[in-house]
């Protein structure tokens, strides 16, 4: 069946430095792929996506690629910022019918940015 | 535009109770989906409904039953409540006829099941 599986937490940073955060996936189709932030006491908020193979997805510094032939879709900041505190999920879902709109979630990964 | 709005905000129920959640979609969406989230962990699917009718189950007991309306809103609801149902719920919405890929998500109903 189709997970997500990403990078065990938790991630702690000094502000500036580069992140990444692992995530691949395994899925039967051609699923879209997503990062969703959670900051403390709040919902999902759906930072960005990709919808097919080679698409980069982009948004408030943070990019990440979908990588067919690794099954992958890390998610990077070049410089991060105290702000950027939060749990990082990625998710993707399938277009079939029957699953549409479905999201398959990782364990999430906590980012702690120090000043 | 509200966004997705879900109340209560939260709720600590006994074990054996039951309980109502609800939902109100983002203004133009058809389409509610449910997850729990467990403490530290990621969303799990629960159900997901669209034309009043239930959709899509994740694999979750027969406790756990939905429902949307005319105007889209939607209640999850509990039933025989166990210890482990303790968790945030989340509301999604969506649309069909747009891009089913794109959820918004509600800011959740924290459970405390005692």
């Known amino acids: 069946g189709d997970s997500v599986t990403q990078m065990e937490g938790p991630v702690t940073l000094s502000e500036e430095a580069f992140l990444t955060i692992n995530c691949t996936y395994t899925a039967t189709g051609y699923p879209s792929l997503f990062w969703y932030v959670q900051y403390p006491g709040e919902g999902l908020q759906l930072l960005l996506k990709?919808?097919?193979?080679?698409d980069k997805g982009s948004n408030k510094g943070f990019e990440a690629t979908y990588r067919k032939e690794t099954t992958s879709f890390h998610l990077e900041k070049g410089s991060v910022q105290v702000s950027d505190s939060a749990v990082y999920f990625c998710?993707?879902?399938?277009?079939?019918?029957?699953?549409?709109?479905?999201?398959?979630f990782g364990r999430g990964t906590q980012l702690t940015v120090w000043p | 535009d509200a966004g997705v709005t879900q109340s209560p905000t939260h709720l600590i129920k006994t074990r054996g109770q039951q309980v109502t959640l609800r939902c109100s979609p983002k203004?133009?969406?058809?389409?509610v989906s449910w997850y729990q989230q467990a403490l530290g962990q990621g969303p799990q699917f629960i159900f997901q409904y669209y034309e009043e009718e239930e959709r899509q189950r994740g694999n979750f007991p027969d406790r756990f039953s939905g429902h949307q309306f005319p105007n889209y809103s939607s209640e999850l609801n509990v039933n025989a409540l166990l210890l482990g149902d303790s968790a945030l719920y989340l509301c999604?919405?969506?649309?069909?006829?747009?891009?089913?890929?794109?959820?918004?998500f509600g800011p959740g109903t924290r459970l405390t099941v005692t």
């Open positions: 203004s133009g969406h058809d389409t």
């Open positions: 990709a919808t097919k193979a080679d």
């Open positions: 998710a993707l879902s399938e277009g079939r019918g029957s699953t549409l709109g479905r999201l398959y």
């Open positions: 999604a919405s969506s649309t069909r006829t747009g891009n089913p890929y794109e959820q918004y």
